[in-house]
């Protein structure tokens, strides 16, 4: 046999390896553990995927919100990069993710568990009585801050939970719901009951989507009962539809019912303006009105320094952050006077910079 044949052979071989034989690692999700719950209301071993902050071993004592994400089997995936990405850009708080998934072997029920007329009410008894515990018994959770996140009939089991177990969530994110008579029928005799929805609520769905008429007609019924203590927001996207709105609904609603960001008045933080020296080096902070300043001298995460004005944002009287980027402003000295001291992160150490000229008023 001549060296080129024999060549041949051999590459043909090795092509007719199976690829099994391969050493080839699983992908694994980063941060994220995999339980199972057996639940003897619904007669059902759930798979619990679990999503924790990247920080959690490293802060004992934090408590972190929890989002309760539902066909977690779908949905589990949007705890990886989207999350991350979020958190990174200062978007939305640091959270738990619990998402609730459908097993192979159990078969998936979704078409019982969520819907009105089927075993929707157990399916909530399952999240107070068997879910939430379950989580709050093993991870270090807040009782007040918790999230619920659905799709299609996972978004009508949501709006089914808003209004007839209200107390369950702080947060609700309706992602295309299907939105039946039943829906209307429970928010009518909830509003012919409560005055007030002190919670954060958060509808979306493309306008491509055949659910979209129901989901206008539903808004357009409840924006009607101006609940004083309701936060209420939605979208229609024009090119949406029922297969690709989740991850925008995801996205969009995260950053609205997880907002880390509180109000405060101009003056907060016109007093953090001034010139500041760390014995080095000098920055000074300009302020442009609202919520603007300009960090003159203050490098960027690629070591430049800023030039240009940044709307940033407040977690408290003290602490500043900006969207969209990492990083984050620490000011020290008393409220009501100009900040004292001005610190912030860089190449693995903390800045802290003292005022200059500090005068009292």
Same mark, same amino acid.
């Given at each position: 046999?001549?060296?080129?044949?024999?060549?041949?052979?051999?590459?043909?071989?090795?092509?007719?390896?199976?690829? @099994?034989?391969?050493?080839?690692?699983?992908?694994?999700?980063?941060? %994220?553990?995999?339980?199972?719950?057996?639940?003897?209301?619904?007669?059902?071993?759930? $798979? *619990?995927?679990?999503? &924790? #902050?990247?920080?959690?071993?490293?802060?004992?004592?934090?408590?972190?919100?929890?989002?309760?994400?539902?066909?977690?089997?779908?949905?589990?995936?949007?705890?990886?990069? #989207? =999350?991350?990405?979020?958190?990174?850009?200062?978007? *939305?708080?640091?959270? @738990?993710?619990?998402?609730?998934?459908? %097993? #192979?072997?159990?078969?998936? !029920?979704?078409?019982?568990?969520?819907?009105?007329?089927?075993?929707?009410?157990?399916?909530?008894?399952?999240?107070?009585?068997?879910?939430?515990?379950?989580?709050?018994?093993?991870?270090?959770?807040?009782?007040? /801050?918790?999230?619920?996140? $659905?799709?299609?009939?996972?978004?009508?089991?949501?709006?089914?939970?808003?209004?007839?177990?209200?107390?369950?969530?702080?947060?609700?994110?309706?992602?295309? #719901?299907? *939105?039946?008579?039943?829906?209307?029928?429970?928010?009518?005799?909830?509003?012919?009951?409560?005055d007030d929805l002190p919670v954060n609520f958060y509808l979306a769905t493309g306008e491509n989507d055949h659910?979209?008429? !129901?989901?206008?007609?539903?808004?357009?019924?409840?924006?009607?009962?101006?609940?004083? /203590? &309701?936060?209420?927001?939605?979208?229609?996207? /024009?090119? $949406?539809?029922? $297969?690709?709105?989740?991850?925008?609904?995801? @996205?969009?609603?995260?950053?609205?019912?997880?907002?880390?960001?509180? /109000?405060?008045s101009p003056a907060a933080y016109e007093r953090l303006a001034g010139t500041y020296s760390d014995g080095e080096?000098?920055?000074?902070?300009? =302020?442009?009105?609202?919520?603007? &300043?300009?960090?003159?001298?203050?490098?960027?995460? !690629?070591?430049?320094?800023?030039?240009?004005?940044?709307?940033? =944002?407040?977690?408290?009287?003290?602490?500043?952050?900006?969207?969209?980027?990492?990083?984050?402003?620490?000011?020290?000295?008393?409220?009501?006077?100009?900040?004292?001291?001005?610190?912030?992160?860089?190449?693995?150490?903390?800045? *802290?910079?003292?005022?200059?000229?500090?005068?009292?008023?």
């Amino acid at each position: 046999m001549k060296i080129r044949q024999m060549l041949v052979a051999v590459l043909l071989g090795l092509t007719c390896l199976p690829v @099994i034989a391969q050493d080839i690692p699983q992908v694994q999700m980063p941060n %994220t553990e995999a339980r199972r719950l057996q639940s003897e209301i619904m007669d059902y071993e759930y $798979g *619990v995927f679990v999503t &924790l #902050p990247r920080g959690y071993e490293d802060n004992p004592d934090r408590i972190y919100p929890t989002l309760y994400i539902i066909d977690g089997h779908q949905y589990f995936v949007f705890t990886g990069q #989207p =999350y991350g990405s979020l958190i990174w850009g200062n978007m *939305v708080k640091e959270h @738990i993710a619990v998402s609730v998934a459908y %097993t #192979p072997e159990g078969g998936n !029920n979704r078409s019982t568990d969520f819907q009105t007329s089927e075993r929707a009410a157990d399916f909530v008894r399952f999240f107070q009585k068997e879910l939430i515990p379950f989580v709050e018994g093993n991870y270090r959770t807040s009782k007040e /801050d918790r999230t619920l996140f $659905g799709h299609s009939l996972g978004g009508q089991f949501t709006l089914y939970t808003l209004f007839t177990a209200t107390d369950s969530f702080d947060n609700y994110i309706a992602s295309a #719901p299907a *939105v039946n008579d039943d829906i209307f029928a429970f928010e009518a005799k909830y509003a012919s009951t409560h005055d007030d929805l002190p919670v954060n609520f958060y509808l979306a769905t493309g306008e491509n989507d055949h659910l979209a008429i !129901n989901a206008r007609k539903f808004v357009s019924q409840f924006e009607q009962r101006g609940y004083p /203590d &309701l936060k209420f927001d939605y979208l229609f996207t /024009d090119n $949406g539809n029922h $297969g690709t709105i989740q991850p925008t609904a995801y @996205i969009e609603g995260l950053r609205f019912a997880l907002d880390s960001a509180i /109000d405060l008045s101009p003056a907060a933080y016109e007093r953090l303006a001034g010139t500041y020296s760390d014995g080095e080096n000098t920055y000074t902070l300009s =302020y442009g009105g609202g919520n603007y &300043l300009r960090f003159d001298g203050v490098p960027d995460s !690629n070591g430049v320094p800023m030039t240009e004005w940044q709307k940033i =944002y407040a977690r408290s009287a003290t602490v500043f952050f900006p969207k969209g980027w990492p990083g984050e402003f620490r000011f020290g000295g008393d409220l009501g006077q100009p900040a004292e001291t001005f610190s912030f992160a860089w190449d693995g150490r903390e800045i *802290v910079a003292t005022r200059q000229n500090r005068e009292r008023h």
